[in-house]
Structures are given as C-alpha cells and as structure tokens.
C-alpha cells in the first residue's frame, strides 16, 4: 500500500495523480520530493518568503479570485502583486497569455489552483504542461494549490504531477535533472476528508524548494505531529 516507505510519506503518494507512472513515483520517492505540510495555508505563504530577492524588479502572479495565503506569499516575496483575472470568458481560468512577457521575465513566483476556488473550472493537459513551460523559460516558481483535486463529478481532474510525468518524457529528463523543477503541489485533508482542522497535508515539489522550505520550518515553522501523520497516511 505505501510502495515500501515510511507511512506518511507513502500515504500521501497514494493522493499523486500519477498511478500510472509507477517510476516517476518511485523517482519521486528516490528524490526524497514529497514532505508532510500542516495543512496548505502556512506553506502557501511561506514559499512566497523563499523566493524574497530573487530577481531584480520580481511581481508576484496571484489568480483572481485568491486564496488569502496566496496574497500572504505574494506580499512576502516582497515584488509587486500582479492580479490574474479568472472571468467567464477564459472558462474562469487565467489567461497566462495575456501576460506582458516582461511581467513573466520579472515573475518570481505564480500561484494557482485547479479545480479553481469558488468556480470549480479544472485546468486541462494542455494548460497545464504550458504553465510548466511557462515556469521553466522565465524561471519562476510555479505553486499549484489543488485542495480541490478530490471532489468531482465524472472523472478525476488532470493533476499537475500528470502533466510533469509528461513533460519529463517528452523532454527526456533523466538522470540527476529535476522532473518538478520549477514546481510545487500543495494538497491537505482539509476538503478530501473533510478534516480542515486536523492541519495534515503534503508538499511535493522541485527538491531545491522543498530542500529549502525544510530549512525555513525548521527554524521557525510548524511541524505536523507524528500521531496525525499516520492518521493523514491511512
């Protein structure tokens, strides 16, 4: 049930959306690229901090309407807040297109969502393999808040671990090259188990971030206790 690794961590392998792809995952788990968050709320803000001065001039690209801890991370990175309208015209996703090349150059970190909250649009293959492109020409950081990825109607929606286990094999990343550079997922019990204050959820991301972000909680952050860590994996 959990691939052969510590519960917590093989619990929450089991939310990937990326079953079919069992060497990805087990790429994934080699990389040590999955770690137990206190819910999404304080990660979402503070990957924002991890990003502070990282490019002259940075913006922050925050979906519209937002989250509050997406503003919290864009405030942190300390760059300009650059609002993307979700309106009806673009299916009330963001049309990253419409954005300045400029302002994607200066980009330091964009946050997202799929399903998006409150209208519950999903963002497809397609869109999603484009925002990784996206991330990776104007290197910015790309954080993907899918607390919503477990409530549906028909079929599951394309996560974008999915969309990262393609782009690695159209574009042959092998080797010591990072399949999520660029990227971090954020998911929780919150909205799947309806368990928002048991504060248990995952991060999985590009290791240098994650790397990074362990450093950051470590010396100023919340740990998730081992009790709700195996509750979270089961």
């Not at 309806?194 to 972000?213: K, N």
Request: aromatic share 6%; net charge negative; hydrophobic share 45%.
């Amino acid at each position: 049930k959990h691939l052969g690794i510590a519960p917590p961590q093989g619990g929450f392998f089991l939310w990937l959306k990326v079953d079919d792809d069992i060497e990805f995952v087990k790429r994934l788990m080699a990389e040590q690229a999955v770690k137990a968050v206190p819910g999404t709320r304080e990660p979402l803000h503070l990957l924002g901090h991890l990003v502070t001065a990282s490019k002259p001039n940075a913006a922050a690209l925050v979906t519209n309407p937002f989250y509050h801890a997406w503003r919290a991370g864009a405030l942190a990175s300390g760059g300009e807040t650059i609002w993307l309208n979700s309106g009806a015209n673009q299916n009330f996703l963001p049309d990253l297109h419409a954005v300045a090349p400029a302002d994607l150059d200066r980009a330091s970190i964009l946050y997202l969502c799929s399903p998006t909250n409150p209208q519950g649009s999903v963002m497809d293959m397609d869109y999603l393999v484009d925002v990784i492109r996206l991330a990776r020409k104007h290197d910015f950081l790309l954080v993907m808040d899918e607390c919503y990825a477990d409530i549906w109607r028909g079929s599951p929606p394309t996560g974008l671990m999915q969309a990262a286990a393609l782009v690695a094999s159209q574009d042959g990343i092998i080797g010591d090259a990072d399949p999520l550079a660029n990227l971090v997922v954020l998911n929780s019990l919150s909205k799947r188990s309806g368990a928002a204050g048991l504060r248990a959820g995952f991060m999985v991301g590009d290791r240098q971030v994650v790397a990074q972000y362990l450093k950051l909680v470590g010396n100023g952050g919340s740990l998730v206790p081992t009790p709700l860590l195996a509750v979270a994996a089961d």
